[in-house]
């Protein structure tokens, strides 16, 4: 489905492998490739959360990207070799 | 970066890049920093890669590609992927790549760009449900909505901008199952008075007809007079709900996208205390500022639609104007050679805003979308509903500071960025004032958040 | 608008004038409070929360009591509170904590509670060594420089905008007369006093003056100032993490709501409210040698507020010199004393003494006849 014509890096999503183009941010990879259901679980009323502005205004994309949690995924770009975990337990910690 | 230089540009988007281009032009030593990757900003995100130019029109990509191409050669120092989360006059601080840098200039130009309306309704916080503008990044950034292709999706909202994204999701071959339509059409007739200026911009006029030609062509049903929106589902969005013509309907979706306008993000001067004046048809907040772009406070300059939603085009035209004022308050050039390089771009920046003034009516929110159940969650952050600010406002808290304190609306990361329109309209609501009589939302300083690490190292005094 | 019945009105619906009208209106007198609008300086909306008694005032043991009655007043206080306004407040009576980072602090922490036992004939705290440090706060991992901490079981820490919001809203509730206006000026008239406002005057024979630093302008009509300053704090507020921290620390606080607030600093400089991020880096810096945790952790924000600080940092409660019905309130601790001010001073207010502990705060200290 990819262009040829555009690079791919590789990432892991909560373990496992996903390929996808370069450049792009960590919560469009999540959310447009690996299509995950939901990226977070909210740590006040543990309901299920996704990004809804994917531009660094909601605050709803919060992932852990390379062990560091609560980082604004839509604000990444993702690299080559880059672990990205869903906070699912609905903690912020 | 303890170095003074003439210019700090704040983000890459249309007028980012033109600010930066202009004074580059006028030989200004200049700094740009952006949270992105790439230059392009919002409207041409993504431009140098094929995922994007897929799915823009051939106009845009064009326009777009030449900036980005103009900036890239023109010289100024760059920095993508910073993250600004301080900003006091001259200074500017930020996180790149983990680390704290601190940059200092004679003047600043910010270039926020606008950001969706953020409207609130019941099950909005469902995962499937987005911003209409937030799905658009997803194709640029050669992604799809759901994991099947053809699965429909469901607008809602009213805007300009909902035209274009609607016509990249044809191009991307989505299925628009609906357009829910919640504009006015009090507001639209209005419109047609000024309808005549759009002649002024003929192009523009042109560009927007055909792309409505497209999405009719396209048989994508329209339903209008659309009030009372909710999504529902189990951890997901699974249909959306809506009343037209007296009755309640049913449409099962996986994708609810809503888009009600775009408003300047008005953060960063918001927190420098910068004046600003309310648009009583728009409904929102914007600067005050000349036409260069100069806001109340003295060496800080904002272009685009940061300054007042006109669009792209006016962006790149603002742009170049804040790049010539700062380079003459600078002396480096004369006021006779600033008024000779401004003058085309303050002619067709005027000409612009007057073919553009039906827009601000024809596409102005229906209040009636703030008119929300008790119940609706408001404050994504800190899971505030409508129903605990029109409490508070009840208890005497009559102004949205006084609210926020008691409710914790607007208290959590995104500062108010996502409720503070809606915490300011059902506040006025609840009073019957207009919501410019119920103050805004005081903003403080880091308005992203960083490490305290990060923030204690860059700030101790070596 | 002229309300000439009004036995008292109080200028100022902070923390202060809140508690006091709430006393005042329990006292069965018609009671009207005039507040301000946001924009202008809250230090009731800048504050942490703490109920501090411990580790203070060896200089002033009449005051060092007095927080120590007023905290002992909150558990009833508050359940009242509760009751009236049906909103919860968040509270706990749990004690607090200063955190020590070297064994000379430990030893000159520990002589000044010795010396503030001797002189108050009662303190309920001691220094307490690390391992008990950890017992009482097992979810904090302390930085290794932590040798112990100076510890208080009388000290505590409330939700200040709840318990602000449990004033305002019970004041109606219990016949007070709650109002959000701008006090432009306030003078004698026909045997009582003048409240000039925004929105027309108010009347009354008595007046209370709880608004702050603004009492030196409200007072002018008596004496050119009062002997009291803005005194600039600075904080770092950081992300929410789990709620581990039941029993404060002073410096790096965490809320209910589970964000910390970091900062201790004290100025004098002006009535600016500008963050200076260098001062409070050097707090920043401080908590993450507490609690290391901390400095992988983001600030979210950063703000500054003014106390409403007496020049010998006690409490005021007085009356104006010549003006024996105006009641003067100013102290930069009236989210601790608060219980004290909505239980003990309506008396004062109404022409009554003040109690024992407080009968050396008023302006006389300052040379005013009063």
Not at chain 2, 39 to 64: C, S, V, W
Not at chain 2, 157 to 169: D, E, R, S
Not at chain 3, 311 to 325: F, Q, V
């Amino acid at each position: 489905m990819q262009n040829t014509a555009t690079p791919t890096v590789h990432i892991t999503l909560d373990g496992k492998p996903l390929e996808v183009p370069a450049g792009i941010s960590v919560a469009a990879a999540v959310l447009g490739h690996a299509h995950a259901e939901h990226t977070c679980k909210h740590p006040v009323d543990g309901s299920a959360r996704a990004p809804y502005c994917l531009m660094g205004v909601c605050f709803e994309c919060l992932m852990e990207i390379n062990g560091e949690p609560n980082v604004q995924s839509c604000l990444v770009t993702v690299q080559e070799g880059m672990t990205v975990r869903r906070q699912l337990s609905g903690e912020s910690a | 970066m303890d170095r003074n230089t003439d210019l700090i540009v704040i983000g890459a988007g249309p007028a980012g890049l033109s600010a930066a281009c202009a004074a580059r032009a006028c030989g200004l030593e200049v700094t740009l920093i952006d949270e992105q990757a790439a230059p392009g900003g919002q409207l041409f995100r993504n431009i140098e890669t094929p995922m994007a130019q897929a799915i823009l029109d051939p106009k845009d990509r064009e326009t777009g590609l030449a900036l980005v191409n103009r900036f890239r050669s023109c010289g100024a120092t760059y920095y993508p992927c910073a993250t600004v989360w301080g900003l006091e006059p001259h200074k500017v601080s930020c996180t790149i790549n983990g680390k704290a840098e601190s940059f200092s200039a004679s003047y600043i130009v910010i270039a926020p760009g606008g950001m969706e309306r953020p409207v609130p309704f019941p099950g909005w916080t469902l995962p499937g449900v987005m911003g209409a503008g937030g799905a658009d990044i997803l194709l640029r950034s050669g992604g799809t909505l759901s994991a099947e292709r053809g699965t429909p999706v469901v607008l809602a909202g009213n805007g300009p901008l909902l035209i274009l994204l609607a016509c990249h999701l044809l191009n991307a071959g989505v299925n628009i199952a609906a357009w829910l339509d919640t504009g006015t059409w009090g507001r639209r007739l209005q419109s047609g008075a000024l309808m005549p200026a759009g002649i002024l911009d003929a192009a523009y006029l042109g560009k927007g007809l055909g792309m409505a030609c497209r999405i009719l062509k396209n048989r994508v049903p329209i339903i209008r007079g659309v009030t009372g929106i909710r999504a529902e589902g189990t951890d997901h969005v699974e249909k959306v709900l809506y009343e037209a013509g007296g009755k309640t309907h049913e449409i099962a979706t996986r994708t609810l996208l809503r888009h009600e306008g775009i408003i300047p993000r008005t953060h960063i001067l918001n927190s420098l205390g910068a004046r600003h004046a309310w648009d009583t048809v728009q409904r929102y907040w914007y600067p005050v500022t000349d036409e260069f772009g100069h806001t109340s406070v003295d060496s800080v300059y904002i272009a685009g639609d940061g300054t007042y939603v006109h669009g792209g085009d006016a962006s790149l035209l603002k742009g170049t104007l804040a790049g010539i004022e700062i380079a003459r308050r600078l002396g480096v050039i004369s006021n006779d050679e600033a008024h000779y390089r401004c003058a085309p771009a303050l002619r067709a920046l005027r000409r612009t805003r007057i073919a553009r003034g039906f827009l601000r009516y024809a596409f102005a929110p229906n209040p009636a979308i703030f008119d929300l159940p008790d119940d609706t969650l408001v404050c994504r952050c800190e899971c505030v509903t409508a129903g605990d600010i029109r409490k508070a406002v009840a208890e005497g808290f009559l102004d949205v500071n006084e609210v926020k304190r008691v409710t914790r609306c607007g208290m959590g990361q995104c500062q108010g960025r996502m409720c503070g329109p809606a915490l300011a309209e059902l506040t006025a609501a609840a009073q019957a004032k207009s919501p410019a009589a119920v103050g805004t939302l005081q903003v403080r300083q880091p308005f992203r958040p960083v490490t305290l690490e990060n923030y204690c190292d860059l700030n101790i005094p070596k | 608008m002229s309300t000439t019945e009004q036995d008292i009105i109080v200028v100022g619906g902070g923390m202060a004038g809140s508690a006091l009208a709430y006393g005042l209106a329990g006292k069965g007198r018609k009671v009207t409070v005039l507040d301000a609008p946001t924009d202008t300086n809250k230090a009731s909306r800048a504050n942490v929360g703490l109920i501090w008694c411990q580790s203070k005032f060896l200089h002033l043991p009449d005051y060092a009591k007095w927080g120590f009655i007023s905290a002992r007043l909150f558990p009833a206080l508050t359940k009242e509170l509760e009751e009236i306004s049906e909103h919860t407040i968040p509270v706990n009576y749990l004690g607090g904590v200063i955190p020590v980072l070297s064994a000379e602090e430990y030893a000159s922490r520990g002589e000044y509670i010795d010396k503030l036992r001797e002189a108050l004939g009662e303190y309920k705290g001691c220094m307490i060594d690390r391992t008990e440090l950890e017992r009482k706060l097992p979810g904090i991992g302390w930085g290794p420089e932590v040798c112990g901490a100076a510890w208080c079981e009388e000290d505590g820490v409330i939700d200040p905008l709840a318990l602000l919001r449990a004033f305002r809203v019970a004041l109606p509730r219990v016949g007070a007369t709650y109002r959000q206006t701008l006090v432009y000026d306030v003078q004698p008239h026909a045997g009582g006093y003048r409240v000039t406002t925004r929105d027309g005057v108010f009347d009354a024979e008595r007046l209370v003056l709880a608004a702050g630093l603004a009492n030196r302008r409200f007072v002018q009509f008596a004496m050119p100032d009062l002997p009291v300053y803005p005194d600039k704090g600075q904080v770092l507020l950081v992300e929410r993490m789990p709620y581990v921290m039941p029993i404060p620390v002073l410096g790096a606080t965490q809320t209910f709501g589970g964000t910390t607030i970091i900062g201790f600093r004290h100025e004098h400089s002006g009535h600016h409210t500008r963050v200076v991020p260098s001062d409070v880096a050097t707090e920043g810096q401080w908590a993450i040698r507490v609690w290391p945790e901390l400095g992988k952790k983001r600030v979210i924000r950063a703000w500054a507020g003014l106390r409403v600080m007496p020049e010998d940092k006690m409490a005021i409660y007085s009356h104006l010199p010549g003006h024996p019905k105006v009641t003067l309130v100013n102290t930069h601790s009236a989210v601790t004393m608060a219980a004290a001010h909505a239980r003990l001073l309506a008396d004062f207010a109404l022409g009554g003494d003040l109690p024992e502990t407080a009968q050396g705060m008023t302006l006389k200290r300052f040379g005013y006849d009063c």
